[in-house]
Protein backbone atom coordinates (compact mmCIF):
# COMPACT_ATOMS: atom_id res chain seq x y z
CA UNK A 1 0.00 0.00 0.00
CA UNK A 2 1.74 3.37 -0.79
CA UNK A 3 0.88 6.17 1.75
CA UNK A 4 1.55 10.13 -0.29
CA UNK A 5 1.90 13.20 2.12
CA UNK A 6 0.88 16.51 0.92
CA UNK A 7 3.82 18.28 2.67
CA UNK A 8 7.08 17.63 0.16
CA UNK A 9 9.76 15.69 1.54
CA UNK A 10 11.64 15.19 -1.36
CA UNK A 11 13.47 17.22 -4.28
CA UNK A 12 10.62 16.41 -6.87
CA UNK A 13 8.51 18.78 -8.03
CA UNK A 14 4.67 18.50 -7.17
CA UNK A 15 1.95 18.23 -9.36
CA UNK A 16 -1.22 20.54 -8.14
CA UNK A 17 -4.85 20.07 -9.51
CA UNK A 18 -5.96 23.02 -10.24
CA UNK A 19 -9.80 23.55 -10.68
CA UNK A 20 -10.89 27.08 -13.27
CA UNK A 21 -14.22 28.53 -12.77
CA UNK A 22 -16.95 26.68 -14.71
CA UNK A 23 -17.84 30.50 -16.15
CA UNK A 24 -17.96 32.98 -13.38
CA UNK A 25 -14.14 34.34 -13.11
CA UNK A 26 -15.48 35.56 -9.10
CA UNK A 27 -14.47 31.48 -8.15
CA UNK A 28 -11.26 31.07 -8.69
CA UNK A 29 -9.75 30.73 -5.44
CA UNK A 30 -7.04 32.86 -3.80
CA UNK A 31 -5.30 29.13 -2.70
CA UNK A 32 -5.43 28.41 -6.90
CA UNK A 33 -4.19 31.97 -8.31
CA UNK A 34 -1.60 31.24 -5.67
CA UNK A 35 -0.53 27.98 -7.01
CA UNK A 36 -0.59 29.10 -10.36
CA UNK A 37 1.76 31.69 -9.51
CA UNK A 38 4.40 29.82 -7.81
CA UNK A 39 4.35 26.49 -9.82
CA UNK A 40 7.45 26.52 -12.73
CA UNK A 41 4.72 25.03 -15.16
CA UNK A 42 0.92 25.05 -16.08
CA UNK A 43 -0.46 22.20 -18.53
CA UNK A 44 -3.56 23.31 -19.59
CA UNK A 45 -5.87 21.94 -21.89
CA UNK A 46 -6.37 24.81 -23.94
CA UNK A 47 -3.81 27.11 -23.78
CA UNK A 48 -5.07 29.96 -25.17
CA UNK A 49 -8.57 29.41 -22.84
CA UNK A 50 -5.94 29.50 -19.72
CA UNK A 51 -4.30 32.57 -21.19
CA UNK A 52 -7.53 34.51 -20.92
CA UNK A 53 -7.83 33.70 -16.94
CA UNK A 54 -4.22 33.69 -16.61
CA UNK A 55 -4.09 37.55 -17.88
CA UNK A 56 -7.29 38.48 -15.91
CA UNK A 57 -5.45 37.51 -12.63
CA UNK A 58 -1.84 38.40 -13.66
CA UNK A 59 -0.63 35.50 -13.41
CA UNK A 60 2.80 34.68 -15.63
CA UNK A 61 3.74 31.05 -15.62
CA UNK A 62 4.37 29.54 -18.61
CA UNK A 63 2.35 27.19 -20.36
CA UNK A 64 2.44 23.75 -21.66
CA UNK A 65 -0.25 22.10 -24.05
CA UNK A 66 -1.68 18.78 -22.04
CA UNK A 67 -5.31 17.55 -24.05
CA UNK A 68 -6.33 14.51 -24.93
CA UNK A 69 -4.78 13.80 -28.27
CA UNK A 70 -1.16 14.73 -27.19
CA UNK A 71 -1.93 13.14 -23.67
CA UNK A 72 1.36 10.59 -24.13
CA UNK A 73 3.69 12.27 -25.39
CA UNK A 74 2.84 15.12 -22.78
CA UNK A 75 3.06 13.02 -19.70
CA UNK A 76 6.79 11.65 -20.40
CA UNK A 77 7.76 15.44 -20.35
CA UNK A 78 5.67 16.10 -17.69
CA UNK A 79 7.29 13.42 -15.59
CA UNK A 80 10.74 14.49 -15.71
CA UNK A 81 10.14 17.84 -15.02
CA UNK A 82 8.68 17.03 -11.77
CA UNK A 83 11.62 14.45 -11.09
CA UNK A 84 13.90 17.55 -11.55
CA UNK A 85 12.06 19.29 -9.15
CA UNK A 86 9.52 21.70 -11.01
CA UNK A 87 6.26 22.12 -9.77
CA UNK A 88 3.46 21.80 -12.27
CA UNK A 89 -0.23 22.62 -12.34
CA UNK A 90 -2.81 20.97 -14.51
CA UNK A 91 -5.60 22.72 -15.09
CA UNK A 92 -8.69 22.04 -17.65
CA UNK A 93 -10.84 24.57 -19.86
CA UNK A 94 -13.96 24.73 -16.65
CA UNK A 95 -14.16 23.15 -13.76
CA UNK A 96 -12.13 19.87 -12.25
CA UNK A 97 -8.95 18.48 -13.75
CA UNK A 98 -9.84 14.91 -14.51
CA UNK A 99 -13.67 14.96 -14.46
CA UNK A 100 -14.52 14.78 -18.17
CA UNK A 101 -11.19 16.40 -18.87
CA UNK A 102 -7.71 15.24 -19.13
CA UNK A 103 -5.51 14.60 -15.74
CA UNK A 104 -6.36 11.21 -14.90
CA UNK A 105 -2.92 9.71 -16.82
CA UNK A 106 -1.04 12.10 -15.42
CA UNK A 107 -2.05 11.29 -11.95
CA UNK A 108 -1.45 7.32 -12.82
CA UNK A 109 1.80 8.52 -13.77
CA UNK A 110 2.52 10.77 -10.87
CA UNK A 111 1.35 7.88 -8.21
CA UNK A 112 3.54 5.34 -10.04
CA UNK A 113 6.46 7.63 -10.15
CA UNK A 114 5.80 8.41 -6.43
CA UNK A 115 5.52 12.07 -7.40
CA UNK A 116 2.97 14.19 -4.73
CA UNK A 117 -0.04 15.11 -5.91
CA UNK A 118 -2.18 17.68 -4.93
CA UNK A 119 -5.41 18.27 -5.85
CA UNK A 120 -7.50 21.66 -4.56
CA UNK A 121 -11.05 22.49 -4.08
CA UNK A 122 -12.70 24.03 -6.83
CA UNK A 123 -15.92 24.11 -9.13
CA UNK A 124 -17.69 20.95 -10.39
CA UNK A 125 -20.88 21.70 -13.31
CA UNK A 126 -22.27 18.24 -11.65
CA UNK A 127 -22.08 19.11 -7.79
CA UNK A 128 -23.65 22.63 -8.42
CA UNK A 129 -26.24 22.23 -10.62
CA UNK A 130 -26.99 18.96 -8.31
CA UNK A 131 -27.69 20.64 -5.00
CA UNK A 132 -30.15 23.48 -7.17
CA UNK A 133 -31.76 20.82 -8.90
CA UNK A 134 -34.32 19.78 -6.78
CA UNK A 135 -33.89 15.97 -7.03
CA UNK A 136 -32.98 13.84 -3.92
CA UNK A 137 -28.77 14.90 -4.01
CA UNK A 138 -27.26 11.65 -2.36
CA UNK A 139 -26.49 9.12 -3.11
CA UNK A 140 -25.80 10.45 -6.50
CA UNK A 141 -23.97 8.38 -9.56
CA UNK A 142 -21.81 11.08 -11.49
CA UNK A 143 -21.96 9.34 -15.37
CA UNK A 144 -20.62 12.32 -17.42
CA UNK A 145 -21.01 12.25 -21.19
CA UNK A 146 -23.09 9.28 -22.69
CA UNK A 147 -21.88 7.17 -25.79
CA UNK A 148 -22.55 8.60 -29.08
CA UNK A 149 -23.37 5.33 -30.72
CA UNK A 150 -26.82 3.67 -30.89
CA UNK A 151 -26.02 0.78 -29.35
CA UNK A 152 -23.63 1.58 -26.58
CA UNK A 153 -26.15 4.48 -25.52
CA UNK A 154 -28.72 2.04 -25.65
CA UNK A 155 -27.80 -0.58 -23.44
CA UNK A 156 -25.85 2.05 -20.94
CA UNK A 157 -29.01 3.99 -20.27
CA UNK A 158 -30.87 0.77 -19.65
CA UNK A 159 -28.19 -0.25 -17.14
CA UNK A 160 -28.72 3.20 -15.72
CA UNK A 161 -32.15 3.16 -15.87
CA UNK A 162 -32.27 0.64 -13.19
CA UNK A 163 -30.10 2.70 -10.82
CA UNK A 164 -31.82 4.08 -7.91
CA UNK A 165 -29.92 7.07 -7.06
CA UNK A 166 -29.65 10.39 -8.63
CA UNK A 167 -27.66 10.46 -11.44
CA UNK A 168 -25.41 13.29 -13.39
CA UNK A 169 -25.18 13.62 -17.15
CA UNK A 170 -23.06 16.31 -18.85
CA UNK A 171 -23.96 17.26 -22.65
CA UNK A 172 -23.37 20.20 -25.36
CA UNK A 173 -26.44 22.16 -26.62
CA UNK A 174 -26.31 20.32 -30.06
CA UNK A 175 -27.06 17.06 -29.11
CA UNK A 176 -29.64 17.45 -26.23
CA UNK A 177 -32.56 16.50 -27.78
CA UNK A 178 -30.88 13.16 -29.20
CA UNK A 179 -30.02 12.20 -25.30
CA UNK A 180 -33.16 13.47 -23.44
CA UNK A 181 -34.64 10.74 -26.10
CA UNK A 182 -32.16 8.05 -25.53
CA UNK A 183 -33.15 8.92 -21.81
CA UNK A 184 -37.22 8.55 -21.76
CA UNK A 185 -36.57 5.59 -24.01
CA UNK A 186 -34.81 4.33 -21.29
CA UNK A 187 -35.97 5.48 -18.32
CA UNK A 188 -39.56 6.18 -19.15
CA UNK A 189 -40.94 9.99 -20.30
CA UNK A 190 -42.38 10.39 -16.76
CA UNK A 191 -39.03 10.16 -14.64
CA UNK A 192 -38.09 13.70 -12.87
CA UNK A 193 -35.40 15.86 -14.53
CA UNK A 194 -33.68 19.04 -13.78
CA UNK A 195 -32.00 20.47 -16.90
CA UNK A 196 -28.73 23.40 -15.71
CA UNK A 197 -27.18 25.63 -18.55
CA UNK A 198 -24.78 28.76 -18.41
CA UNK A 199 -23.91 27.62 -14.73
CA UNK A 200 -22.67 30.83 -12.75
CA UNK A 201 -22.70 33.07 -16.09
CA UNK A 202 -25.31 35.54 -16.66
CA UNK A 203 -27.91 33.48 -18.38
CA UNK A 204 -27.96 30.72 -16.16
CA UNK A 205 -31.04 29.00 -15.70
CA UNK A 206 -32.68 25.63 -14.64
CA UNK A 207 -35.32 23.40 -15.96
CA UNK A 208 -37.36 21.12 -13.99
CA UNK A 209 -39.67 18.62 -14.66
CA UNK A 210 -40.11 14.89 -16.61
CA UNK A 211 -38.18 13.69 -19.14
CA UNK A 212 -40.82 14.02 -21.63
CA UNK A 213 -41.43 18.11 -20.40
CA UNK A 214 -37.52 18.70 -20.91
CA UNK A 215 -37.74 16.97 -24.21
CA UNK A 216 -40.45 19.50 -25.00
CA UNK A 217 -38.64 22.74 -23.94
CA UNK A 218 -35.49 21.37 -25.94
CA UNK A 219 -37.70 21.03 -28.67
CA UNK A 220 -39.21 24.99 -28.57
CA UNK A 221 -36.14 26.30 -27.96
CA UNK A 222 -32.65 27.38 -29.17
CA UNK A 223 -30.14 25.51 -27.51
CA UNK A 224 -27.28 27.29 -25.97
CA UNK A 225 -24.24 26.75 -23.47
CA UNK A 226 -23.03 23.12 -21.91
CA UNK A 227 -25.75 21.50 -20.37
CA UNK A 228 -25.86 19.47 -16.82
CA UNK A 229 -28.93 16.65 -16.81
CA UNK A 230 -30.10 15.49 -12.91
CA UNK A 231 -32.00 12.90 -13.48
CA UNK A 232 -33.89 11.19 -10.41
CA UNK A 233 -33.28 7.59 -9.34
CA UNK A 234 -35.43 4.44 -9.90
CA UNK A 235 -38.62 4.50 -7.33
CA UNK A 236 -38.90 0.94 -7.77
CA UNK A 237 -35.75 -0.61 -8.04
CA UNK A 238 -35.44 -4.22 -7.95
CA UNK A 239 -31.95 -6.64 -7.77
CA UNK A 240 -31.90 -8.02 -11.22
CA UNK A 241 -29.54 -10.66 -9.59
CA UNK A 242 -32.25 -12.32 -7.20
CA UNK A 243 -34.67 -12.36 -10.09
CA UNK A 244 -32.04 -14.10 -12.61
CA UNK A 245 -31.58 -16.76 -9.90
CA UNK A 246 -34.95 -17.21 -8.89
CA UNK A 247 -35.14 -21.06 -9.14
CA UNK A 248 -38.67 -20.92 -10.17
CA UNK A 249 -38.11 -18.95 -13.40
CA UNK A 250 -37.06 -20.64 -16.61
CA UNK A 251 -34.09 -19.02 -18.55
CA UNK A 252 -36.06 -17.27 -20.85
CA UNK A 253 -38.32 -15.92 -18.07
CA UNK A 254 -35.25 -14.94 -16.38
CA UNK A 255 -34.49 -12.80 -19.60
CA UNK A 256 -38.01 -11.84 -19.70
CA UNK A 257 -38.31 -10.31 -16.16
CA UNK A 258 -35.38 -8.24 -16.57
CA UNK A 259 -36.46 -6.53 -19.72
CA UNK A 260 -39.50 -5.79 -18.63
CA UNK A 261 -37.60 -3.89 -15.83
CA UNK A 262 -35.54 -1.97 -18.37
CA UNK A 263 -32.57 -3.81 -19.28
CA UNK A 264 -31.86 -4.64 -23.16
CA UNK A 265 -32.26 -7.98 -24.25
CA UNK A 266 -28.19 -7.95 -24.70
CA UNK A 267 -27.99 -7.01 -21.07
CA UNK A 268 -30.50 -9.26 -19.51
CA UNK A 269 -28.91 -12.22 -21.69
CA UNK A 270 -25.49 -11.65 -20.24
CA UNK A 271 -26.60 -10.81 -16.57
CA UNK A 272 -28.71 -13.76 -16.33
CA UNK A 273 -26.29 -16.62 -17.64
CA UNK A 274 -23.42 -14.83 -15.17
CA UNK A 275 -25.69 -15.09 -12.42
CA UNK A 276 -26.73 -19.17 -13.58
CA UNK A 277 -22.54 -19.65 -14.27
CA UNK A 278 -23.60 -20.44 -17.91
CA UNK A 279 -22.27 -19.33 -21.06
CA UNK A 280 -24.20 -16.31 -22.56
CA UNK A 281 -24.54 -18.73 -25.73
CA UNK A 282 -26.74 -21.08 -23.64
CA UNK A 283 -28.70 -18.17 -22.05
CA UNK A 284 -29.37 -17.16 -25.25
CA UNK A 285 -30.50 -19.96 -27.00
CA UNK A 286 -33.11 -20.16 -24.48
CA UNK A 287 -34.60 -16.99 -24.72
CA UNK A 288 -34.67 -17.05 -28.44
CA UNK A 289 -35.78 -21.04 -28.40
CA UNK A 290 -33.11 -22.57 -30.60
CA UNK A 291 -31.30 -25.58 -30.01
CA UNK A 292 -27.83 -26.23 -30.10
Same mark, same amino acid.
Given at each position: ?????????? @?????????????????? &?????????????????????????????????????? /?? /???????? @??? =????????????????????????? =?????????????? $????????? &????????????????? #??????? +???? &?????? !??? *? @??????? $??? !??????????? #????????????????? =????????? +????????? =?????????????????????????????????????????????????????????????????????? *?
Amino acid at each position: MQTQSSFKTT @TQGTLYLVPTPIGNLGDM &TYRAIETLKDVQLIAAEDTRNTQKLLNHFEIETKQISF /HE /HNTQQRIE @TLI =EKLEAGDDIAQVSDAGMPSISDPGH =ELVKACIEANIAVV $PLPGANAGI &TALIASGITPQPFTFFG #FLPRKGK +ELTE &TVAQLA !LKP *E @TTIFYEA $PHR !LKKTLQALING #FGGERQVTLGRELTKKF =EEFIRGDLQ +EALTWATDN =EMRGEFVIIVAGNPTPQNLSVVATDPTLSLSEQVEAQIQQGASPNVAIKTVAKANDLKKQVVYNAYHDLT *E
